[in-house]
């Protein structure tokens, strides 16, 4: 399945969707270092997304980090499947806390 920003819908917690700019004029007025142009940007991810994590067999560990390296655009990351398949183990069990907790995963991210 090729990667697409439409393959997970997170809810947007900030910067705040409500009262965000609407229109080109709000948007111009934005000072350059707002948050809507430099972030930070955090999100939230549907529980299904952290249930899929949390069930991640080991087995298929190996395969996903070499699947994700295949895919990424970044060059540090492509060189290194051993290394996406340890962090996708530590996301695992991160995923599988917050379900036992019944909390939810986050996205921090820059703009």
């Given at each position: 399945m090729p990667c697409?920003?439409?393959l997970v819908r997170t809810v947007v917690l900030y910067p705040?969707?409500?009262?965000?700019?609407?229109?080109?004029e709000e948007?111009?007025?934005?000072p350059e270092d707002s948050p809507y142009f430099v972030g930070p940007g955090?999100?939230?991810?549907p529980a299904d997304v952290r249930d899929t994590l949390a069930d991640?067999?080991?087995g298929r560990l190996v395969e996903l980090g070499e699947r994700w390296a295949e895919s990424d655009d970044d060059s540090m990351f492509r060189t290194d499947p051993p290394q996406l398949?340890?962090?996708?183990?530590?996301?695992?069990?991160?995923?599988?806390?917050?379900?036992?907790?019944g909390q939810s995963l986050y996205c921090w991210s820059s703009l």
């Open positions: 697409t920003d439409e705040p969707q409500e009262g965000a700019p609407t229109t080109d948007w111009g007025a934005l955090i999100e939230e991810l991640v067999p080991d398949s340890e962090l996708i183990a530590e996301l695992r069990g991160l995923a599988r806390r917050a379900r036992d907790e």
